[in-house]
């Protein structure tokens, strides 16, 4: 009698141990971010993609000119910028050489000075750091450079020039003594010349293409 409470009992602990697991979606949407071209990067911070990885967007081109002048005119200069609506995308403009190829693990294709051509999901965007090279480290400074992507458009954001007047050292935070540089940074409308150069670039492409200049504010130094 106790043999068979035990078979039944067994038969009963192990039936309801028995759990039926949900299908898995083999299927997953993920962000796409191209340059059209050539001369054009987007380094997206790879923490920021695997948590967009499943949305899909609309993105559109912007384009527009940098000039870099004073003690920031050198091998190379960075712009760190954000999706102001999703300020965990985090992307990166690598303008000049491209010196630090190898330690990124994701993809950066550098934009040689003058004009850029990227693309980017439409949204507002916040120019928030600008950095340069100084020996071994970077210096780098607070910016306040606003921009937008339009949808079903092409948007040039105008020439940002940026002159760096003087250099400076930062004491606090780790390191604790590191480097920086004061500057000045506007825009300027050469709309008629970027346009020419877009069109000869892209001759296929019949978006319309809209004004819509960056807008740069003062920062504190």
């Not at 035990?6 to 038969?11: E, Q």
């Not at 999703?86 to 994701?106: N, T, V």
């Not at 916040?126 to 100084?134: G, K, L, T």
Request: charged fraction near 20%; charge should be neutral; include cysteine.
């Amino acid at each position: 009698m106790m043999h068979n409470f035990i078979i039944v009992f067994l038969a009963l602990f192990l039936s309801g141990c028995t759990t039926t697991q949900p299908p898995q979606s083999t299927t997953q949407n993920q962000i796409k971010v191209e340059s059209p071209v050539t001369p054009a990067i987007l380094s997206e911070n790879k923490a920021a993609d695997n948590a967009q990885s499943t949305i899909m967007e609309e993105t559109s081109t912007i384009f527009g000119k940098t000039e870099f002048l004073g003690i920031l005119k050198t091998s190379y200069v960075k712009l760190y910028f954000i999706d102001q609506a999703h300020p965990d995308r985090k992307f990166e403009l690598h303008i000049g050489e491209r010196m630090e190829q190898a330690i990124f693990p994701w993809q950066v294709m550098p934009v040689n000075p003058g004009y850029f051509f990227i693309n980017l999901p439409v949204g507002q965007y916040h120019i928030y750091e600008i950095a340069i090279p100084v020996a071994s480290t970077m210096a780098v400074e607070n910016a306040n450079i606003v921009f937008e992507v339009l949808p079903d458009q092409t948007v040039y954001v105008g020439t940002l020039k940026v002159k760096g007047t003087k250099e400076r050292i930062k004491v606090g935070g780790v390191p604790l003594i590191k480097p920086g540089f004061r500057y000045v940074a506007h825009v300027i409308d050469e709309f008629e010349e970027g346009k020419r150069i877009y069109q000869k670039e892209f001759p296929q492409d019949d978006k319309p293409l809209t004004v819509r200049l960056m807008q740069s504010a003062p920062v504190r130094f």
